[in-house]
């Protein structure tokens, strides 16, 4: 079982860029696949980015144009997203989750454990 935390949104301007970071509690991290989704209101969660838990794949949403970086950093227990070029679009709050083993999948479904979120706010 694996807590997640995430930490680092807030408010932007459209154009400017923000770093979220998700930390693990469990010195297995590294055998989680793990991802972010967001929120928007009113709407779905949907899927952002995932590396799957061997750390040899990542997958992306097809709309992000390539603004958006995920990486993971087992010694520290920590996922991040870098997000740059942000978008009034890209408002939402934003969500880790992680799944022991698996791939680097684009599924709710696919992830057992989740964070509370983090709110990222892009101001136009």
């Known amino acids: 079982q694996v807590q997640l935390v995430e930490s680092g949104g807030g408010l932007v301007q459209a154009g400017g860029s923000l770093r979220l970071s998700c930390a693990g509690s469990t010195r297995t991290f590294s055998r989680y696949a793990v991802a972010w989704f967001r929120q928007a209101p009113g709407k779905e969660r949907e899927f952002v980015a995932a590396i799957g838990w061997s750390g040899g794949t990542t997958v992306y949403r097809d709309s992000l144009e390539g603004r958006f970086t995920v990486s993971r950093d087992n010694a520290q227990k920590t996922l991040y997203l870098q997000m740059n070029s942000l978008r009034p679009e890209d408002t939402a709050v934003y969500f880790c989750?992680?799944?022991?083993?698996?791939?680097?999948?684009?599924?709710?479904?696919?992830?057992?454990?989740w964070g509370q979120g983090t709110q990222v706010t892009v101001s136009s």
């Open positions: 989750a992680a799944e022991p083993y698996g791939g680097a999948n684009t599924r709710r479904d696919d992830y057992r454990y």
